[in-house]
């Protein structure tokens, strides 16, 4: 099933032999009510369960809406934890050692192993419709912003020290993310943490359709000119590794996001870009760029 957030929060469902989005916003009911403190996870991930039983019984008689004519959110909206694997392409590693305006003079040795994984602030999550807004907050810097495409890993259930081998049951679906990218010297959780800068979607497709993450093709371009490809056989860490890698630290909750990695071809943006990514198994993803405006 692939699920979509869209309009003014609607819950949707996408059907892509007729490419509609099914309109399944009753689905929300069986969502517990709730009250302050709220849960630091995302409560339709932890209900997916339900939200998809009930998504079947409103299918049938569901408004449905051309996907051209629907303005996508992100598929999750609240996630607890946006995790980044910064290095985890043995080409992008190559391309970040060899260019300074990449690597700042930072990796000696650029290995997952040794520098672990970061995050992204929850408030730079962006659908895909929402578009990147890009800033230039670097004084006297080139204030380079790329784009980077990686396979994003949605968690469904709860865990922590998690074994390799049960980690992709922990897994409730994929989307599409891009992990964009101030380039400068500052730590990585500042410079993609930017409002904006967290892109998923076009919806999450759920782990029954979307089978094995381990050798999926993915791409993107800028303008309709290729920038990346790749497949995520060649992840240095695969998936289960970084499950077992982050839970070693933290706990995962339902809704936390791991944006596996990106491949080599990062590249820089400016308004007006149009960018498409394809992932395997998920589809096609279209994101506008454009310049931030005036403080709001
Ligand atoms: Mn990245």
Same mark, same amino acid.
């Given at each position: 099933m692939k699920i979509c957030r869209f309009g003014a929060n609607r819950l949707g469902v996408y059907d892509a032999e007729t490419g509609t989005v099914a309109d399944i916003s009753g689905a929300l009911q069986a969502l517990p009510p709730q009250r302050y403190p709220l849960p630091g996870y995302d409560l339709l991930i932890a209900n997916l369960r339900k939200i998809r039983a009930e998504a079947k019984r409103l299918l049938p008689r569901a408004k449905r809406t051309p996907l051209a004519r629907v303005k996508l959110l992100p598929p999750v909206a609240n996630p607890g934890k946006i995790i980044i694997a910064p290095l985890n392409y043995s080409d992008h590693v190559l391309e970040a050692q060899g260019d300074p305006a990449l690597s700042?003079?930072?990796?000696?040795?650029?290995?997952?192993?040794?520098?672990?994984?970061?995050?992204?602030? &929850?408030?730079?999550?962006? #659908?895909?419709?929402?578009?990147?807004? /890009?800033?230039?907050?670097?004084? %006297?810097? !080139?204030?380079?912003?790329?784009?980077?495409?990686?396979?994003?890993?949605?968690?469904?259930?709860?865990?922590?020290?998690?074994?390799?081998?049960?980690?992709?049951?922990?897994?409730?679906?994929?989307?599409?993310?891009?992990?964009?990218?101030?380039?400068?010297?500052?730590?990585?959780?500042?410079?993609?943490?930017?409002?904006?800068?967290?892109?998923?979607?076009?919806?999450?497709? &759920?782990?029954?359709?979307? #089978?094995?993450?381990?050798?999926?093709? /993915?791409?993107?371009?800028?303008? %309709?000119? !290729?920038?990346?490809?790749?497949?995520?056989?060649?992840?240095?860490?695969?998936?289960?590794?970084?499950?077992?890698?982050?839970?070693?630290f933290y706990t995962l909750h339902p809704g936390d996001l791991i944006y596996t990695g990106t491949p080599g071809g990062v590249g820089p943006v400016k308004p007006g870009d149009r960018i498409e990514a394809n992932i395997d198994g998920i589809g096609r993803m279209v994101v506008m760029v454009s310049e931030a405006t005036a403080p709001s």
């Amino acid at each position: 099933m692939k699920i979509c957030r869209f309009g003014a929060n609607r819950l949707g469902v996408y059907d892509a032999e007729t490419g509609t989005v099914a309109d399944i916003s009753g689905a929300l009911q069986a969502l517990p009510p709730q009250r302050y403190p709220l849960p630091g996870y995302d409560l339709l991930i932890a209900n997916l369960r339900k939200i998809r039983a009930e998504a079947k019984r409103l299918l049938p008689r569901a408004k449905r809406t051309p996907l051209a004519r629907v303005k996508l959110l992100p598929p999750v909206a609240n996630p607890g934890k946006i995790i980044i694997a910064p290095l985890n392409y043995s080409d992008h590693v190559l391309e970040a050692q060899g260019d300074p305006a990449l690597s700042h003079g930072r990796f000696k040795d650029p290995e997952i192993a040794r520098l672990g994984m970061a995050m992204k602030a &929850t408030s730079s999550l962006a #659908g895909p419709s929402e578009g990147v807004r /890009l800033r230039r907050p670097l004084v %006297g810097m !080139e204030n380079r912003n790329d784009h980077e495409i990686e396979l994003v890993a949605v968690i469904g259930r709860r865990g922590t020290n998690i074994t390799r081998e049960n980690a992709l049951k922990h897994v409730c679906g994929y989307c599409i993310g891009l992990d964009m990218t101030l380039r400068g010297p500052q730590f990585p959780g500042f410079r993609k943490s930017i409002d904006t800068y967290g892109v998923i979607g076009p919806w999450l497709v &759920t782990t029954d359709e979307f #089978g094995d993450p381990a050798a999926k093709n /993915l791409s993107l371009s800028v303008g %309709g000119e !290729e920038r990346q490809r790749s497949n995520t056989k060649y992840l240095i860490y695969d998936l289960p590794k970084l499950i077992e890698y982050a839970s070693s630290f933290y706990t995962l909750h339902p809704g936390d996001l791991i944006y596996t990695g990106t491949p080599g071809g990062v590249g820089p943006v400016k308004p007006g870009d149009r960018i498409e990514a394809n992932i395997d198994g998920i589809g096609r993803m279209v994101v506008m760029v454009s310049e931030a405006t005036a403080p709001s």
